[in-house]
Nanobody, 123 residues
Framework: QVQLVESGGGLVQAGGSLRLSCTASGRTFSNYGMGWFRQAPGEEREFVVAISWSGGTTSSADSVKGRFTISRDNAKNVVYLQMNSLKPEDTAVYYC????????????????WGQGTQVTVSK
């Protein structure tokens, strides 16, 4: 039983930065792997980044590697997505998700999802 709420989305120019936050409810936040996915209009949902229970292991999609960084603060029940060097192709609704697996890049393995937050990158 986990509730996730994303925040921090908005409009930014290409080359700029944005940080998304995902706040989770529950006493055992540290026992969930966390991930970010995104979905652009007319396209399928795709994996972006993920982080393990302890935060010691991360995984990133090739399209965002070197630009996006995921981190978590288990004491605050918050996971972050730091997005740098943003491109128009990054425009999408970004979703935070939690999995009972230690770490996963597959959407079907995630058990809980947030409502999403819109990120729009202009030229």
């Amino acid at each position: 039983q986990v509730q996730l709420v994303e925040s921090g989305g908005g409009l930014v120019q290409a080359g700029g930065s944005l940080r998304l936050s995902c706040t989770a409810s529950g006493r055992t936040f540290s026992n969930y792997g966390m991930g970010w996915f995104r979905q652009a209009p007319g396209e399928e949902r795709e994996f972006v980044v993920a982080i393990s229970w302890s935060g010691g292991t991360t995984s990133s999609a090739d399209s965002v590697k070197g630009r996006f960084t995921i981190s978590r603060d288990n004491a605050k029940n918050v996971v972050y997505l730091q997005m740098n060097s943003l491109k128009p192709e990054d425009t999408a609704v970004y979703y935070c998700a939690a999995t009972r697996s230690v770490l996963s890049v597959r959407a079907p393995e995630y058990n809980y999802w947030g409502q999403g937050t819109q990120v729009t990158v202009s030229k």
